[in-house]
């Protein structure tokens, strides 16, 4: 008795494996075309890949005390066409925003237990 077998996409007759260095070849590997099959020179400018070294001249330009204040409203706000460039500048804003927020809340803090404990000395200085 002989066995009927169906011959699949890659030529084999059904029943049989292909070994695993065939089957997962580099041509299986590399882009398979379709719609999402898009090179970086496709892409459009707001969603063109940024290197890491354009991220860290941009923290090094936060970092400038006004003017980096100023650059990342700016930036945040969108002055670029490339969305990760505006996303990491609001990621920067909130981070600022939120650093403010810290520094004012521990600085009254420290005020008031400043005021706490000397402030009846501020009053009546002590006798010596």
Same mark, same amino acid.
């Given at each position: 008795?002989?066995?009927?077998?169906?011959?699949?996409?890659?030529?084999?007759?059904?029943?049989?494996?292909?070994?695993?260095?065939?089957?997962?070849?580099?041509?299986?590997?590399?882009?398979?075309?379709?719609?999402?099959?898009?090179?970086?020179?496709?892409?459009?400018?707001?969603?063109?890949?940024?290197?890491?070294? /354009?991220?860290? #001249?941009?923290?090094?330009?936060?970092?400038?005390? #006004?003017?980096?204040? @100023?650059?990342?409203?700016?930036?945040? #706000? *969108?002055?670029?066409?490339?969305?990760?460039?505006?996303?990491?500048?609001?990621?920067?804003?909130?981070?600022?925003?939120?650093?403010?927020?810290?520094?004012? #809340? %521990? *600085?009254?803090? @420290? !005020?008031? %237990?400043? !005021?706490?404990?000397?402030?009846?000395?501020?009053? /009546?200085?002590?006798?010596?």
């Amino acid at each position: 008795m002989e066995e009927q077998g169906y011959e699949n996409n890659n030529g084999n007759v059904g029943g049989e494996q292909q070994s695993m260095e065939k089957q997962y070849s580099r041509d299986t590997l590399e882009r398979r075309p379709g719609p999402w099959d898009i090179s970086e020179e496709d892409l459009p400018e707001e969603l063109k890949v940024v290197p890491a070294l /354009h991220f860290f #001249l941009y923290q090094v330009v936060f970092a400038i005390p #006004l003017v980096g204040l @100023i650059v990342v409203i700016i930036m945040s #706000l *969108g002055a670029t066409k490339n969305k990760n460039i505006r996303n990491f500048a609001r990621a920067q804003l909130i981070a600022i925003v939120v650093g403010i927020v810290l520094t004012m #809340l %521990f *600085g009254a803090a @420290i !005020l008031s %237990f400043f !005021l706490a404990f000397v402030g009846p000395y501020l009053d /009546h200085p002590p006798i010596v």
